[in-house]
Nanobody, 117 residues
């Protein structure tokens, strides 16, 4: 099994930046795709950004396009989310997600991001 551990969350003022990290450990095997999701209080969990392992293609939610960048370092088994120009509506718990194929996927425990106005 793979364990995902997020870090890098915190409190930041509107307009500021944060970088989240997601380190994978355990029985490491190649993922099909990795992604970041977020969930604000009272809302459903939503996809923020996704990166494909095979070709490196990325997808972003419209609300974060141009502000967030997803990337990965395969040598370090780590996924990143660089968040710039943060807005109060970005406040949420951010989760790392890995899709390993054959019906296996896993989530991290989440990291809180709070953006003050």
């Amino acid at each position: 099994q793979v364990q995902l551990v997020e870090s890098g969350g915190g409190l930041v003022q509107a307009g500021g930046s944060l970088e989240l990290s997601c380190a994978a450990s355990g029985s490491i095997f190649v993922s099909n795709a990795m992604a970041w999701y977020r969930q604000a209080p009272g809302n459903q969990r939503e996809l923020v950004a996704r990166i494909s392992t095979s070709d490196g293609n990325t997808d972003y939610a419209n609300s974060v396009k141009g502000r967030f960048t997803i990337s990965r370092d395969n040598a370090k088994n780590t996924l990143y989310l660089r968040m710039n120009n943060l807005k109060p509506e970005d406040t949420a718990v951010y989760y790392c997600y890995g899709d390993y194929g054959m019906g296996y996927s896993t989530w991290g425990q989440g990291t809180q991001v709070t953006v003050s106005s």
